[in-house]
């Protein structure tokens, strides 16, 4: 996966995401409505080449697997 083509909703405050995009990290704030409903942080999305965001959710799913795997190896589980 060449990260520079997605973007992670790092938190959302209100109305308004904050996205992190590439390996870089970038931040974008957009208002909600931008983005499909019902978005939670941690979800990951395809940059679409016009400004837009794709969902993602086997992205998101593989990125949480990840995510967990390292907490349980920390953790000693």
Do not use: C, H, Q
Not at 13 to 41: F, M, S, W
């Amino acid at each position: 996966m060449n990260r520079d083509n997605y973007a992670v909703i790092d938190k959302i405050e209100g109305r308004v995401a904050i996205l992190l995009v590439g390996e870089a990290e970038d931040e974008i704030v957009l208002n909600l409505d931008r983005l499909p409903a019902g978005v939670k942080e941690g979800d990951w999305f395809e940059l679409d080449g016009k400004g837009g965001f794709v969902e993602a959710p086997e992205v998101t799913k593989e990125r949480k697997k990840v995510v967990r795997s390292k907490l349980d190896r920390l953790r000693g589980s």
